[in-house]
């Protein structure tokens, strides 16, 4: 019933990324509170904190697709070398942004893009990396630890951030978050190097199209895809915790609101072992949506009131927890090495469009009503969109992950089939030439 470690134990790569990861997550998170935390002091409006999102989401979608294409075709460990010393970067431009006498709010738009297109970059690789590292047998066991790495920076940091921006100001949450980034540049340099396929698709339109059509040709995938969107978009409140904040009088305390989500997803963590016992994946991403749409109604109708509007965040995310760790699951064990790099640029592109684009939705509505009303309308759509998505994607519900698992492995020994065929017809076309 409790986490299991066995990735960690069998396997050095997926350790030095966990660990390099895990600290460099600890400051982008604080910086992720932050950003926005300094947006509503220089502007005190919730519609320019949910364009933040927008400007994140511009270019991480178009960059996704590259970076899936990328990391289908070269070594995913120079993606990961090259993106983390770019994020390095934009950090250091927000940090010298801060330390103007008069912050430029254009600056903060610029440098969160920068960093949401690396991100769309890095991500594909980083993904597809995992199960060339890591048996296919224990990426349910992978997920959870990825959960873990997560929250515990989701938890910490946040609270740090809060604390540290409301009291000492920006400049030094940038600063921490920019020393972190050495613990992420060692273990990608440590890491062997993991070749792509000898039959690898070139990285072009073709091929990032190629990727998109089998996506969509197999509904298991994309439910996962849909029903996240879904859930973010309408249920993800987080442009308005500043706001909530700052009307209960506890603007130190901002980071509570962020903290929540990740303690009651902490506390699905350490209790996700059973989920290896159970293969309906997709039902399980359909019910755990659900739940994130029921806790978020009742976050809103609580917002007054700071305990119990924490309680149900966490509720939130114990629910959200499981929905990422059943995704993650399909993912891994049902898409083909072949298309691995490019579905894990969409799977990015879905896991990042709902919570993007929900800033915005959720900014615009309480822009034309309040914070309560968008955040109790957005737990309701939430709710009735995963139904409706449930209808309309049967084979997702239905989706057995030991058929998937058998799927995946037939289709790359095929892949293997075709490419040692191709070089076969090479070596005798050479041979011809030759004689």
Do not use: C
Not at 128 to 153: Q, T, Y
Not at 154 to 175: C, K, N, Q
Request: charged share 15%; aromatic share 12%; glycine share 10%.
């Amino acid at each position: 019933m409790f986490l299991d470690l066995t990735p960690l134990k069998i396997s050095k790569d997926y350790r030095l990324l966990f660990i390099g990861q895990l600290i460099s997550f600890f400051g982008t998170m604080m910086t992720f509170i932050v950003v926005p935390v300094q947006m509503y002091q220089l502007t005190e409006s919730n519609l320019y904190v949910g364009l933040i999102g927008v400007a994140e989401f511009v270019p991480m979608f178009f960059l996704a697709f590259i970076g899936g294409a990328l990391a289908d075709a070269v070594d995913r460990r120079r993606i990961l070398r090259l993106t983390e010393i770019g994020q390095l970067i934009t950090t250091l431009i927000l940090l010298a942004n801060a330390l103007l006498p008069t912050p430029q709010i254009w600056v903060l738009f610029i440098a969160v893009g920068i960093h949401a297109g690396l991100a769309g970059l890095q991500r594909p690789s980083f993904e597809a990396l995992i199960p060339k590292i890591v048996p296919l047998e224990h990426m349910s066991a992978v997920a959870a630890l990825n959960s873990l790495r997560a929250e515990f920076g989701f938890i910490v940091s946040p609270i740090v951030g809060g604390f540290i921006v409301a009291v000492y100001g920006a400049s030094l949450a940038y600063f921490i978050d920019s020393l972190t980034f050495i613990a992420s540049l060692i273990a990608v340099w440590m890491i062997r190097a993991v070749p792509s396929p000898a039959n690898a698709d070139r990285p072009n339109f073709t091929s990032i199209k190629n990727g998109f059509r089998y996506a969509i040709g197999r509904q298991e995938i994309l439910g996962t895809y849909l029903i996240d969107i879904n859930a973010m978009f309408f249920g993800m409140p987080k442009a308005l915790f500043p706001a909530l904040a700052f009307s209960l009088g506890m603007a130190a305390y901002v980071g509570w609101f962020y903290s929540a989500i990740a303690v009651g997803a902490l506390i699905a963590t350490f209790t996700s072992g059973w989920t290896k016992y159970v293969y309906r994946h997709g039902l399980m991403v359909a019910i755990a949506a659900g739940g994130w749409g029921v806790a978020i109604i009742f976050f809103g109708l609580s917002s007054s009131n700071l305990y119990l509007a924490l309680f149900f965040l966490g509720v939130a995310g114990f629910f959200d927890m499981y929905s990422g760790v059943f995704r993650q699951t399909i993912w891994n064990q049902s898409v083909p090495e072949k298309f691995r790099g490019r579905l894990a640029g969409l799977e990015m592109i879905s896991f990042l469009t709902g919570p993007m684009l929900g800033d915005a939705e959720s900014g615009v509505v309480a822009y034309f009503t309040d914070v309560k009303t968008s955040i109790i309308s957005g737990g309701v759509l939430a709710v009735v969109g995963t139904i409706v998505l449930a209808l309309l994607l049967p084979k997702f519900i239905r989706y057995d992950g030991r058929e998937g698992l058998k799927q995946k492995r037939r289709e790359d020994a095929e892949a293997e089939h075709a490419a040692g065929a191709s070089d076969s017809i090479e070596v005798n076309e050479r041979d011809i030439i030759n004689h």
